[in-house]
């Protein structure tokens, strides 16, 4: 059966760093993606990363760039989420999906497989 786990959340000080792993398997993943979304207390989930898994090419949101820095393994199965600079702000549960596509946009085409439990990222002092 596909799916996708996700690792490595916790609490963090602000300005520290923490790294999610997201784990994909029983998936096709050629000419494919991973995204990285979040969703915080009271409000929408948002994308805001996605890697392309074929040639790695990368897109970040807005709120994100410059501090996250999403990546894969040399095996492809593997995927990362290095989170630098945390503020309170990023305090969210964080999943990872397989997609179709990978835009500037962070939306569009379609996700495959379903919601897994996420990791939860918290940031405070």
């Known amino acids: 059966q596909s799916h996708v786990v996700e690792s490595g959340g916790g609490l963090v000080q602000p300005g520290g760093s923490l790294r999610l792993s997201c784990a994909a398997s029983g998936f096709t993943l050629d000419n494919r993606a991973i995204g990285w979304f979040r969703q915080a207390p009271g409000k929408e989930r948002e994308g805001i990363s996605c890697?392309?898994?074929?040639?790695?090419?990368?897109y970040y949101a807005d709120s994100v760039k410059g501090r996250f820095t999403i990546s894969r393994d040399n095996a492809k199965t593997t995927f990362y989420l290095q989170m630098n600079s945390l503020s309170p702000e990023d305090t969210a549960v964080y999943y990872c999906?397989?997609?179709?596509?990978?835009?500037?946009?962070?939306?569009?085409?379609?996700?495959?497989?379903?919601w897994g439990q996420g990791t939860q990222v918290t940031v405070s002092s």
């Open positions: 890697i392309t898994v074929t040639d790695g090419r990368t």
């Open positions: 999906r397989v997609r179709s596509l990978c835009n500037s946009a962070l939306r569009g085409g379609l996700l495959f497989g379903s």
